[in-house]
C-alpha cells in the first residue's frame, strides 16, 4: 500500500513549457485535491474531484487543469508556465464520507525561470 | 467563503514546555476541525481532528480545544520533544463540503 504517490519530485521549467504532475492513489478514495504550498501562504486548493469523471474548481484554478478518467489517477496539467507557479504541489485523497483525513502525497517542488 | 487565521507564525519553545497554536474561522457553518503536522520535505499528515459536538479532545501529548462562540480552536502539545519540530496547519470544513480551507502554518521549533 503506496498511499498516494506524487511525481516528478522536483521540476524546472522555463516560461511558456507545459507540463503535467501526476498523483496515484492506491486506497480507492473517492475524493482527491491539488493543493499548491506557497511560503506563509499555507495550502491553496486548486482543484478537486469527488469521483472519476467529475471534477470541479477550487480557490485558484487558473493556468491549471485537471482529469479524472480513473478513481487512481488525477494529474494536474499546466499548459503555459510562468513564474507565478514556482510552488511546492501537494496531491492528496480521502474516501468519501470521511471528514478530512486526507492523505497527502510527497509533493513536488516546481521552479518556472 | 471560509476563512481561517493561525497565529503565530513561528514559535519557539524550551524542550519539555507546552506549545499552543490558535486559529480563528469566520464560517459558522464549518463544523470539522483537524490539525496536520507538516516535517521537512513531506506532506502534511493529520495528528488530531475535532468536530463541532466536542469541546476537547486529547491524544497523548497533544489535545485540541473548541470555541464555538468565539469561532476559534487551538492546538496544545505539552512535554514538547525536539521530534515535535515541523510546520502545523489547521483547516475547517462544512459537512458534505469536502473542501478543507487551511490556516497560514506555524513553525514550531523545539530547543533543546
Known amino acids: 500500500n503506496a498511499g498516494v504517490t506524487q511525481t516528478p519530485k522536483f521540476r524546472i521549467l522555463k516560461i511558456g513549457q507545459s507540463m503535467t504532475l501526476q498523483c496515484t492513489q492506491d486506497m480507492n478514495h473517492n475524493y482527491m485535491y491539488w493543493y499548491r504550498q506557497d511560503p506563509g501562504m499555507g495550502l491553496k486548493l486548486i482543484y478537486y474531484?469527488?469521483?472519476?469523471?467529475?471534477?470541479d474548481k477550487g480557490e485558484v484554478p487558473n493556468g491549471y487543469n485537471v482529469s479524472r478518467s480513473t478513481t487512481e489517477d488525477f494529474p494536474l496539467r499546466l499548459e503555459l508556465a510562468a513564474p507565478s507557479q514556482t510552488s511546492v504541489y501537494f496531491c492528496?485523497?480521502?474516501?468519501?464520507?470521511?471528514?478530512?483525513?486526507?492523505?497527502f502525497g510527497s509533493g513536488t517542488r516546481l521552479t518556472v525561470v | 467563503g471560509e476563512n481561517v487565521e493561525q497565529h503565530p507564525s513561528t514559535l519557539s519553545v524550551q524542550e519539555g514546555d507546552s506549545a499552543v497554536i490558535k486559529c480563528t474561522y469566520s464560517d459558522s457553518a464549518s463544523n470539522y476541525f483537524p490539525w496536520y503536522k507538516q516535517e521537512l520535505g513531506k506532506g502534511p499528515q493529520l495528528i488530531i481532528d475535532?468536530?463541532?459536538?466536542?469541546g476537547e479532545k486529547k491524544d497523548q501529548r497533544i489535545a485540541v480545544t473548541l470555541n464555538k462562540t468565539a469561532k476559534h480552536f487551538s492546538l496544545h502539545i505539552t512535554e514538547t520533544q525536539p521530534e515535535d519540530s515541523a510546520v502545523y496547519f489547521c483547516a475547517a470544513s462544512f459537512f458534505g463540503n469536502e473542501k478543507l480551507t487551511f490556516g497560514t502554518g506555524t513553525r514550531l521549533t523545539i530547543i533543546p
Open positions: 474531484s469527488v469521483g472519476a469523471g467529475i471534477t
Open positions: 492528496a485523497s480521502t474516501p468519501r464520507g470521511e471528514r478530512g483525513g486526507y492523505t
Open positions: 475535532i468536530r463541532s459536538n466536542v
